[in-house]
């Protein structure tokens, strides 16, 4: 069946780059998705990449797209406190419904 | 717009009680689903319902019933409580392949 795959912790200093990595199993998939989850809220649509596209940029964040290796990455450029959350990388299955990764907790230290 | 909204946002229950999340959207959405979160596991999908009068089966459906009488709400039931319920529950509403998540529950069952 479907599967999306994430390590589950990533720390980093104030200022670096953060780069989320998942990697996934269906690909038919149309789009590829990451959410955000602050602490004590529901998750937030990030961003999306079509699955035809390789990378897309938005402010700060870049998605890269590796249909070949179903490998999927968001890097945050210069990562500040309130990025401190958790990420989830998801996927619809063939039946259209999301299937979502672990997520990866991100820690950012000042 | 309230986009999706969930009540209670905290519930502790005694083995063997019975209780119903509520969700409602005001988004006009035809897809509706409920997911529970628990660490490590990501989110996984119990029920969900395409439209009104219309439900169905996600990953995880045993020990909850949904129903779907109008549009806007979608109510978890949970008959008999049990200790493996304890989690975070979110209820997403989606139109074309984006969804929207609702703040969460956090349910504690002793």
């Known amino acids: 069946g479907e599967d999306v795959e994430q390590s589950l912790f990533l720390s980093v200093r104030e200022g670096d780059s953060s780069v989320i990595n998942c990697t996934y199993t269906?690909?038919?998939?149309?789009?590829l998705y990451w959410y955000k989850q602050e602490p004590g809220a529901g998750l937030q649509l990030l961003t999306y990449i079509f699955s035809n596209m390789d990378m897309k940029q938005d402010q700060r964040l870049t998605v890269l797209l590796n249909k070949k290796d179903k490998h999927l990455s968001l890097r945050i450029a210069d990562t500040q406190t309130g990025d401190s959350a958790i990420y989830f990388c998801?996927?619809?299955?063939?039946?259209?419904?999301?299937?979502f990764g672990q997520g990866t907790e991100l820690s950012v230290k000042p | 717009n309230a986009g999706v909204t969930q009540t209670p946002k905290f519930q502790v229950l005694k083995t063997g009680q019975s209780m119903t999340l509520q969700c409602a959207q005001d988004?006009?959405?035809?897809?509706m689903s409920w997911y529970r979160q628990d660490p490590g596991m990501g989110l996984r999908l119990i029920h969900y319902?395409?439209?009104?009068?219309?439900?169905d089966q996600g990953e995880v459906p045993n020990g909850y019933n949904v129903s779907r009488s109008t549009t806007e709400d979608f109510p978890l039931r949970l008959l008999s409580a049990a200790p493996s319920q304890t989690s975070v529950y979110f209820c997403?509403?989606?139109?074309?392949?984006?969804?929207?998540f609702g703040p969460g529950t956090r349910l504690l069952v002793l």
């Open positions: 988004m006009n959405h035809e897809y």
């Open positions: 998801a996927e619809p299955n063939q039946g259209g419904k999301l299937i």
């Open positions: 269906d690909s038919s998939s149309t789009y």
């Open positions: 997403a509403s989606s139109y074309s392949e984006f969804q929207y």
């Open positions: 319902s395409v439209g009104a009068g219309i439900t």
